[in-house]
């Protein structure tokens, strides 16, 4: 079992920045991948941005977004910059990990952020 648990969201005006940070416990020696999404009511839960074997981002924060993992402290971050308001969703800190047969995702409770003037 892997607990992730998210911090660092809150109001921040258009323009400004945030840092998303992740804990991972438990079992974190088979985390493969580590990633963020978001979600907004109604709508599904996208992929931000993903570092495993490679790191990606969604086109929407491209040159925006950066994802970051500090292995030794079992850490993933998400620096936010240039925030719009279409930025504002639930994000949510996931890890895929596997024990060599069988593959396991884990989700954080989320946290929210709001870009509003």
């Known amino acids: 079992q892997v607990h992730l648990e998210e911090s660092g969201g809150g109001l921040v005006q258009p323009g400004g920045s945030l840092r998303l940070s992740c804990a991972a416990s438990g079992r974190v020696l088979n985390i493969v991948t580590m990633a963020w999404y978001r979600q907004v009511p109604g709508k599904q839960r996208e992929l931000v941005a993903a570092?495993?074997?490679?790191?990606n981002y969604a086109d929407s924060v491209e040159g925006r977004f950066t994802i970051s993992r500090d292995n030794a402290k079992n850490m993933v971050y998400l620096q936010m910059n240039s925030l719009k308001p279409e930025d504002t969703a639930v994000y949510y800190c996931?890890?895929?990990?596997?024990?060599?047969?069988?593959?396991?995702?884990?989700w954080g409770q989320g946290t929210q952020v709001t870009v509003s003037s």
């Open positions: 996931n890890a895929d990990s596997t024990d060599g047969s069988m593959w396991y995702d884990y």
């Open positions: 570092s495993g074997t490679t790191t």
